[in-house]
């Protein structure tokens, strides 16, 4: 799935070096502007969420576009490098969001995918995403409410679940990647760049999400009880085909190890801390 995905699913709309790949935005000049200074982004319509030298995510408050409410999640590529790869950056989150709507999975929903050309390259990509306006990721949530956090991380649960059903293997389910609505009853899974789609229900696939999450919260296996309750919570509702203690040893270990590259994670060649063999 690649550019081609994009081209036979999507209307081309092409401006100022801005390309936008959108049945539902129109490139229009503001857009167009916003795309083209993402290394400064700027006006009084924008919001910046998160501005970092690789990623920037900006909310348009006020625009001319249709549907209101949309959040632009950018890749400015200042290396050579990067811009050569760009597909690993903008592309790969925009055909993972298509691939995980294909699956239902719980997802903002996808608008577009934008490539801003300059000097023959690519120098910046990205998506255009629905924006969750009033939802909150799981861990700002839990940091709100420290009384609660138990039943506030257990909310994880069910997305992680779908995951795991779907064979969705993004290799970056933490409390961030996670927002929640108001009333708590709908969850979904944002950041999407890092993520490989497998046959349903690898193990693997269920210990390496769960020693994600949990290596990003304060909870391990010796320091707290909670970290058993959420684990044990994980393993009944998604019933791995594994015994609990060799899951549940899988999972402390990864935790408490180095965190394995991108690249083995997403081929889910990590090698388990216990094997069950033994
Ligand atoms: N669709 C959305 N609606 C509302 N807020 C969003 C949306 N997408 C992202 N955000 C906000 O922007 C933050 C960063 O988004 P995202 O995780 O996609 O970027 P990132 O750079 O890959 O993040 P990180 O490296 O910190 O995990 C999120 O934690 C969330 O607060
Ligand atoms: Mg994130």
Redesign the pocket.
């Known amino acids: 799935m690649m550019e081609s995905t994009l081209n036979a699913n999507y209307t081309l709309q092409r401006k100022g070096g801005v390309r936008l790949w959108s049945d539902t935005i129109r490139l229009d000049e503001r857009l167009t502007r916003i795309i083209r200074s993402l290394d400064n982004p700027c006006g009084d319509d924008l919001q910046i ?2 501005q ?1 030298l ?4 900006l ?1 348009i408050t006020r625009n001319h576009v249709t549907p209101p409410g949309l ?1 632009v ?1 950018a890749f400015p590529l200042q290396k050579i490098e990067s811009r050569l790869k760009y597909k690993r950056y903008g592309l790969s ?1 925009a055909l993972n969001y298509i691939h995980a709507a294909q699956l239902n999975l719980p997802t ?1 929903e996808f608008h577009g995918y934008f490539q801003y050309h300059s000097l023959g390259t690519v120098k910046a990509n990205g998506v255009l ?5 009033d ?3 799981l ?2 949530l839990a940091q709100q409410s420290p009384q609660e956090k138990l039943p506030i991380l257990s909310l994880s649960i069910p997305v992680i679940q779908q995951l795991f059903q779907a064979g969705a293997n993004h290799i ?1 389910t ?1 409390a ?2 996670l ?1 929640i609505s108001p009333s708590r009853e709908k969850t ?1 899974v ?4 890092y993520c490989s789609f497998h046959q349903p229900e690898q193990v693997d696939q269920l210990t390496l999400q769960a020693a994600q999450f949990l290596r990003y919260t304060d909870m391990t296996e010796t320091g707290t009880p909670d970290w058993t309750v959420w684990l044990k919570e994980l393993y009944n509702q998604c019933r791995p085909d594994v015994d609990w203690q060799i899951f549940r040893q899988n999972v402390s270990g990864l935790q408490s190890r180095q965190r394995a590259s991108a690249k083995s994670r997403l081929s889910l060649k990590v090698s388990m801390p216990c094997n069950e063999a033994q």
């Open positions: 969420l998160k970092g690789r990623r920037c995510v909310r959040i999640k989150e903002p995403i629905q924006d969750m306006k939802y909150q990721t861990h700002d970056d933490t961030h990647n927002m979904v944002i950041d999407w760049q």
